[in-house]
Nanobody
Framework: QVQLVESGGGSVQAGGSLRLACVVSGSSISRVSMAWFRQAPGKEREGVANFLSAANTYYDASVKGRFIISQDNARNTLYLQMNNLKPEDTAMYYC??????????????????WGQGTQVTVSS
């Protein structure tokens, strides 16, 4: 059973940065496809970024150029570096995993395992 634990959320002012981490247990991170999602109050959960390899990362248009997804196989950890944060980035952020597949996806239906979430609040 894959378990995911996120950390690193917090409150920042617009323009600030945060780095989220997601520790994976129950599987080697190299054997699963990993992604970050977020859900704002009253809105559906949406995909933010998907990591396939260091050379293959995919981002939602709303965060492209500001967020960076990365993975440390030695630490079995997924990261999300968030720069130039905006108030509209305020949400609960979740990491998600699925059995490894060679194509990207930012659809919730394609992920089997979910963390408990970490809150990110950006004030103007």
């Amino acid at each position: 059973q894959v378990q995911l634990v996120e950390s690193g959320g917090g409150s920042v002012q617009a323009g600030g940065s945060l780095r989220l981490a997601c520790v994976v247990s129950g599987s080697s991170i190299s054997r699963v496809s990993m992604a970050w999602f977020r859900q704002a109050p009253g809105k559906e959960r949406e995909g933010v970024a998907n990591f396939l390899s260091a050379a293959n990362t995919y981002y939602d248009a709303s965060v492209k150029g500001r967020f960076i997804i990365s993975q440390d196989n030695a630490r079995n950890t997924l990261y999300l570096q968030m720069n130039n944060l905006k108030p509209e980035d305020t949400a609960m952020y979740y990491c998600a995993a699925s059995p490894w597949r060679p194509w990207w996806s930012l659809l919730t239906k394609d992920y089997t395992y979910w963390g408990q979430g970490t809150q990110v609040t950006v004030s103007s």
